[in-house]
């Protein structure tokens, strides 16, 4: 019997785990088929929303936020890559980090069109594997149009600054629930997994989930 399930995934396109996790949880549903009818829900967070424009060197940024060496970020940002290739995502050179409050503008907008799932994936490929700005708004455009979205209303959008109360609303929501990393992925608004977990795991916890729920 197919059971449904809500998952509310609250992440940032500038965050590699959130990828890793996305796309793990991608596989472990595809693992579960019609055990399980999902919806997934993106939420906003953002890591750096004092970011300005042009964005910041990655080393400079995770030196200074992390308290790391050059080397150390190599190290890690190797480790990335293998674990991104290991579900299917492929990390490119990622050499800056930018805003992205304007992408979770265009995603609350592109969850009223029901194509949010696909421009959250779109855009984590232009900044995770194409190094792409995510803050500039052709690269946003063109990410929309690339899911079907329409590209003059997906501008619109980004020019007016619609849906920026709702965003900052969620993040604030979201930081009461006491959300202080990403990705956080909530199961049926009551059980919550964090971090790019392989995909065992998130499958693991899909079936406990559904066998309490059965």
């Known amino acids: 019997m197919t059971q449904p399930l809500r998952i509310d995934f609250v992440s940032d396109i500038a965050c590699p785990w959130c990828a890793i ?3 793990s949880l991608q596989l472990a549903l595809s693992r579960l088929g019609n055990e399980v009818d999902a919806q997934v829900v993106m939420h906003p967070f953002e890591l750096n929303p004092q970011m300005g424009p042009g964005g910041e060197d990655v080393v400079d ?3 200074k ?6 080397a150390q970020i190599a190290e890690t940002q190797a480790m990335i890559r293998d674990r991104g290739a290991s579900v299917g995502f ?3 050179p990622r050499t800056r980090v930018y805003n992205t409050f304007d992408a979770h503008r265009l995603l609350h907008w592109a969850g009223i069109e029901g194509k949010q799932l696909p421009l959250k994936l779109a855009l984590m490929r232009a900044y995770h594997a194409d190094g792409k700005d ?3 708004h052709d690269v946003l455009v ?7 979205l329409d590209a003059a209303k997906a501008r619109d959008v980004l020019r007016s600054g619609d849906y920026a109360d709702e965003v900052r609303a969620e993040e604030r929501e979201h930081q009461a629930m006491g ?4 990705p956080s992925i909530i ?3 009551r059980y919550l997994v964090s971090g790019g977990q392989p995909v065992e795991a998130f499958e693991q916890a899909i079936r406990q989930i559904l066998a309490e729920n059965a």
């Not at 936020?65 to 050059?70: A, D, E, H, I, S």
């Open 21 to 23: 996790g996305l796309s």
């Open 61 to 63: 940024y995770l030196g």
């Open 65 to 70: 936020k992390y308290g790391r060496t050059p």
């Open 90 to 92: 492929t990390f490119g």
């Open 134 to 136: 995510p803050s500039n």
């Open 142 to 148: 063109d990410a929309a149009q690339s899911v079907g």
């Open 179 to 182: 959300i202080q990393s990403v």
């Open 187 to 189: 199961f049926n608004q």
